[in-house]
């Protein structure tokens, strides 16, 4: 009896973990062209992780926003993260950098509010250029 309520909760445990995984916060994982790049796109951020320091992409990230075009209108930089606000003509761009590891850096984009895909991408690409 005892084995069958457990593989009757694991079925339920693991039916819920895929409708929460599939229908929550529907992610997409999309291979780079160049250098093998992945990127994660959830609820409108692109997310990838790159194997420098903080400080390194904090840098890089203005720079990149910058060779894009955009204005930084506010930036702030702690000990393991840092966030960009950044204009191009009548849209917002944002940029969450935070340090996983020693030499290891998670940055997220979003453009626009509801979040632009390629956009995002375009200043990741333009972000592992100039690291």
Do not use: P
């Not at 955009?70 to 950098?97: G, H, L, N, P, R």
């Amino acid at each position: 009896m005892n084995k069958m309520r457990f593989e009757r909760w694991s079925g339920l445990v693991v039916c819920v973990g895929l409708f929460f995984a599939l229908h929550g916060c529907a992610a997409l994982v999309a291979g780079g062209a160049a250098g093998g790049a992945t990127y994660v796109y959830t609820e409108g951020w692109v997310e990838r992780e790159y194997k420098v320091g903080l400080d390194q992409a904090y840098n890089a990230s203005l720079r990149a926003a910058e060779n894009q075009g955009m204005t930084v209108s506010e930036k702030s930089k702690e000990v393991a993260s840092a966030d960009i606000k950044a204009k191009k003509e009548d849209k917002d761009y944002w940029i969450k950098i935070k340090e996983s590891s020693e030499n290891r850096t998670t940055v997220s984009v979003r453009s626009g509010i509801m979040g632009d895909k390629e956009s995002s991408q375009k200043i990741h690409e333009e972000i592992g250029k100039l690291l």
